[in-house]
């Protein structure tokens, strides 16, 4: 080995500066390049810088929730075909997964007791019968007061009759009494006159006798009269005390039959009543084919049993049929308004509820369409797809969290079709809030704070928290 002489320190670890050797090729070969050296510090500056530039990186606040995606309409959502009798499953027409049309036919059933409808039929001519004697009682009771009231009105014209019949005779009498007041009237000065002619000797005894016979007789038929006028009134009375009686007791024979008339009516009402019970049940024991309400695909046979393999009862499920549902561009008619078809629900968390409002936007992930996410540059996310938020539920489910339904959102790219984004897709969302820097984002994650919700118009007596008001300009 060559050993180049060069500057020697004048002692190292006790030996001789004479000893050392200046410099060794083996540990030039092993000190690191130069180059590796400088990419090491620039690599370490870097990393240094790069977490406090990442401070100030912009950053979108999101609300993240997770669901599934669901038909708007509750009629199109999964459908129970259930069992409109009581008995037995005899043969299916379908099978798990096939494609049906609105009345296509589904399950054909039979009743446990064969008998049962011949005995329902019995029972329905028994109700028809009673029916018949119910309606034919009403038919006689209204008859009965048709009469009642003819006889009445016959009665109240005849004593009517009479009553005027006597008004008449009470008149004839007053005209009567007026003749008889005049004659009485003029007797009675003549008869005073002769009297005291008399007592003078100026009358003779004839004329005075003429002059009292006069006045006896026209005193006595006045009194007649009198007497007649008070008849006459009295049976003037008489005959419309007599009209009132009849008009009373007409009247209450009336209404005696028309209570009877209610009763029957009644009798007759819930007799129908019965007889619409009996027809129910022979209509539903003769219902022993079902069909499917809507067009649809066949989900899953519940009750798998053919040929008495499996008895049933009323309302028992059978069968669960999926509704087809229109393309994404029809709208469903629900209440005259247009609703969306498809849409994802999402259960988000409540302390994130008060930031969540209808319409803002969302980006969903859907089960089975791969997507690369960015949760805080939603811009430069991949195979993501746009939403509205449509409906926030008033209230939390038993577990705390919160419903909202998203729509599709018109200004984005259309979801994928009904075909294969179909009911039951398991859905994440991402509800874009406001834009933030990284590191208040990564401060509020820290502090547990929920995303800031910026507002136009601040409200009066708003209480302090984690939501910050801007004010308007």
Sequence with gaps: MTLTRNRLAPEWNGFATSEIPVNLPALQLSRTPRIARRLSRVLFVFFALVPVLLMFVPWTQTV????????????????????????????????????????????????????????????????????????ERVRDIEARIRNLENSRNLAIAVQSSYVRQEEARLHAFRQSWLEAKANYDAALPNYERQRDLERRGLA?????????????????????????????????????????????????MINLERASLRSAEAEVANIRRDKAQIEVRIARQRAQYVDSPVDGTVFRLVAAGEAGGILVRPGERLAILVPDIPNADAKQMLTGEDYPGIVAE????????????????????????????????????V???????????????????????????????????????????RTQGWVLLNRVSLGWELWRQLNAFPPVREFETPKKDQPLGPVKLKERK
Aim: with cysteine.
């Design 204 to 252: 003779s005894k004839r004329d005075v006798e003429l002059a009292v016979a006069a006045f006896e007789t026209s005193k006595a038929k006045l009194e007649q009269a009198e007497a007649q006028i008070k008849l006459g009134e009295a049976a003037v009375q008489a005959a419309r005390d007599n009209l009132s009686k009849i008009d009373a007791d007409t009247a209450a």
């Design 383 to 425: 195979g993501t797809f746009g939403g509205r938020v449509y409906l926030v539920d008033p209230t939390a489910d038993d577990k705390g969290y919160f419903r909202i339904l998203v729509e599709p959102d018109p200004d984005d790219q259309p979801w994928p079709d009904e075909r294969y984004l179909r009911q039951g897709v």
């Design 64 to 135: 993240h929730g997770t669901g599934r995606a669901i038909a708007f309409n509750p009629v199109q959502r999964p459908q129970f075909v259930c069992s409109p009798i009581e008995g037995r499953i005899k043969k299916w027409y379908v099978v798990e997964g096939q494609r049906v049309k609105a009345g296509q036919r589904i399950v054909e059933m039979v009743d446990n007791d064969p008998q049962l409808e011949l005995r329902l039929l019995d029972e329905e001519r028994a109700i028809l019968d009673r029916l018949r004697a119910a309606e």
């Design 346 to 381: 999402l259960q988000i968390d409540g302390n994130d509820l008060p930031l969540v409002h209808k319409g803002d936007r969302v980006r969903l992930q859907f089960e089975g369409w791969p997507a690369v996410q960015f949760v805080g540059w939603p811009s430069v996310a």
